[in-house]
């Protein structure tokens, strides 16, 4: 049967269900690095994973977890060796090949990472798949030219993980962040994070009608998509840009091709998955150092036999900030 350990196991019978499980590391797909996990993270990606989306996970029964931080327990290639401190995110991590929510995950090592200097395993996670996604959205934004001096920048979505690991890194980089979001009663929240401007969701629907509305944000990072992307776009300010990652309020939107043409903005896609390692490294660093974050003021902390309950939560809009979850 071969050494056990825990996981989330999630069936179909018909209906899907979550729970812990034992099972046996022989159960592990093939890998070149065996990790012992220390610490994961809740994303809405798991949420749907756990509860049967195919477009994230195919087939079942499945363990999600598309984040993991741990220690190497062994080896098959030089560049990674055992007792090497190391993070993954992405890649088919928790989609088709069992993911980090559970104590053990063996993985190709191209998908892994060495944690920074700078970061312990547990900021790692509090960061997750959402801390690289945010950063990259910001870089993003940055290279395309966005400045501090030339406006506020809106983060929709702002209390979920990526909009609020943007809201921070945004203010700690010296911008006006404007915070949007349909939790009004989240608004001292995300002015504790550094937001200097909250907006309610329902505002960034309005002027659908219109080809342009009054050039406003100097930047954008998007994690809703749907049409409320498209409508924040039309009110970029001149040679403005909008990150954009994420899909909660929808995978399509409708729009026209003016505030292109006429205020020449930008659509910048972001994405966080088969991201190259090379440049998930490189970000990685940035987080370590000179983009470090107090997350604690965004952390609940949870153990692994809590995460159905707080799938259920997300899949409700009920969670704010970041889920970390502690392997024991």
């Keep these: 049967m071969g050494t056990m350990y825990q996981a989330l196991w999630v069936t179909e019978t018909p209906q899907f269900e979550q729970k812990i ?37 195919r087939h079942f029964p499945h363990t999600p977890g598309i984040d993991a931080a741990g220690v190497v327990e062994h080896s098959s290639v030089p560049g990674v060796a ?10 088919d991590l928790g989609m088709n090949t069992y993911g ?9 090592a191209s998908w892994v990472v060495k944690c920074p200097a700078g970061l312990s395993l547990r900021e790692a996670m509090a960061l997750g798949t959402a801390g690289l996604t945010a950063a990259l959205c910001v870089a993003k934004l940055l290279h395309a030219g966005v400045h501090a001096a030339n406006g506020p920048v809106l983060v929709t979505g702002a209390t979920g993980g990526v909009g609020s690991i943007a809201v921070m890194l945004l203010a700690k980089l010296g911008f ?14 995300l002015r504790r994070l550094g937001a200097t401007e909250i907006v309610a969701r329902s505002a960034l629907l309005e002027g ?21 992307l498209f409508n924040a776009l039309k009110a970029l300010q ?20 003016l505030p292109f043409i006429l205020r020449g903005v930008n659509l910048l896609g972001v994405d966080s998955v088969e ?38 939560a997300m899949l409700a809009s009920q969670q704010v900030g970041r889920t970390l979850v502690r392997i024991d």
Aim: aromatic residues 6%.
């Design 100 to 108: 980090g929510l559970a104590q053990y995950i063996r993985v190709p």
């Design 208 to 228: 659908m009608d219109k080809a342009l509305l009054k050039p406003t944000w100097a930047g954008i990072v998007d994690t809703v998509g749907g049409d409320i």
């Design 21 to 57: 499980v034992e099972r046996s590391l022989a159960d592990l797909p093939e890998g070149e690095v065996l990790i012992r996990v220390h610490y994961s993270s809740l994303n809405y990606k798991d949420a749907l994973s756990a509860t049967g989306n195919r477009g994230v996970t």
């Design 275 to 312: 991201l190259p390692l090379a440049d998930k490294v490189s970000m990685w660093d940035k987080l370590a150092t000179e983009w470090k974050l107090d997350l604690e003021p965004l952390v609940k902390e949870i153990s692994l036999t809590e995460v159905p309950t707080a799938i259920i």
């Design 176 to 189: 006006q962040v404007a915070a949007a979001t349909g939790k009004a009663e989240q608004s001292s929240f």
């Design 82 to 91: 055992a007792g090497d401190e190391v993070i993954v995110t992405g890649y």
């Design 238 to 257: 001149h040679s403005g840009s909008a990150a954009c990652c994420g899909l909660t309020t929808g995978a399509n939107f409708s729009g026209s091709v």
